[in-house]
């Protein structure tokens, strides 16, 4: 049974289309990331998956369950970090552990522990004292500290430095993902979260551009370097995007023969931040 199973979302805020009959599906033991540009409707859709917010039409269940009705069953299988995550100001760091102890039966202390402690956050400190980019670290300890079935970040790394975000999905693939556990992930820092997706799907205007295996982006799509004496040639085969490079122009193409692409230049596999111009970009 699939983890999340979406069919035909639609949901509108007033004469705004916010999902447009999307279709998502995440198996388990994946980590799927939904890309997509400011109001393609990725918020909505985890708002929807995690009930926060209810569909106006479509088919919709996560972990087997309806979102919208068996929203707390489903919160105790799953775990949520917002792009702007709050925290109690007034308690301190101690204080705050114990409290999720106490209301989340699959809190591991010792985890959320031991990543508070390659950090420079002091448990006796309030949260109040703490700096913004200290704040985002207790929040993700916190979160990445509860075992559950179905992992959803929006925007996790927000506000971070680039060396902590590197630490968070390192932390991600060595002490949380497990076979068992599914993680759908929502980010504009494409390139930093490519290297720990086993899936894609792009998002434009409330709809699926594509859902793709990661291990499958080098068959399905090819990059193609050329110079200028090869760029008609190249035109000619239909690709889905063209831009400069520092190599001359660089075409991306979609189920192209790429034997027959390297007689026209250097072919190599688009990542991932290149196939969602050229898949989205223009739509």
């Not at 990331?33 to 269940?61: E, F, V």
């Not at 760091?93 to 985890?111: K, Q």
């Not at 207790?138 to 971070?160: S, Y």
Request: net charge negative.
């Amino acid at each position: 049974m699939s983890v999340i199973q979406a069919k035909g979302l639609k949901k509108s805020f007033g004469d705004v289309t916010a999902l447009d009959g999307l279709d998502l599906e995440v198996a388990p033991g994946r980590i799927v990331g939904l890309i997509g540009p400011n109001g393609s409707g990725k918020t909505t859709a985890i708002k929807a998956i995690l009930g926060m917010a209810h569909i106006d039409d479509g088919h919709l269940n996560v972990l087997g369950l309806n979102p919208s009705t068996e929203r707390k069953a489903l919160m105790s299988r799953t775990a949520y970090i917002a792009d702007t995550g709050t925290l109690p100001r007034w308690m301190k760091v101690s204080d705050l552990i114990d409290f999720v102890e106490g209301v989340h039966s699959s809190f591991n202390r010792a985890r959320a522990e031991d990543a508070l402690a390659k950090t420079d956050i002091r448990i006796d400190k309030k949260v109040q004292a703490l700096s913004k980019g200290m704040h985002v670290q207790l929040h993700l300890a916190l979160i990445l500290a509860i075992e559950v079935e179905l992992l959803v970040l929006d925007e996790p790394t927000l506000g971070l430095d680039i060396l902590y975000r590197q630490q968070f999905y390192d932390t991600l693939l060595n002490d949380y993902y497990e076979e068992n556990r599914s993680i759908l992930v929502t980010t504009h820092e494409v390139r930093e979260i490519e290297h720990i997706l086993t899936d894609v799907i792009f998002i434009n205007r409330g709809r699926k551009c594509l859902a793709l295996e990661m291990d499958k982006v080098g068959t399905e799509f090819a990059k193609l370097n050329v110079a200028p004496d090869k760029e008609s040639e190249a035109r000619a085969r239909q690709p889905l995007s063209e831009r400069n490079s520092l190599q001359g122009r660089e075409f991306i193409y979609r189920g192209a023969d790429q034997a027959s692409l390297a007689e026209l230049g250097e072919v190599s596999t688009p990542n991932l931040p290149e196939l969602f111009v050229a898949v989205v970009g223009d739509r």
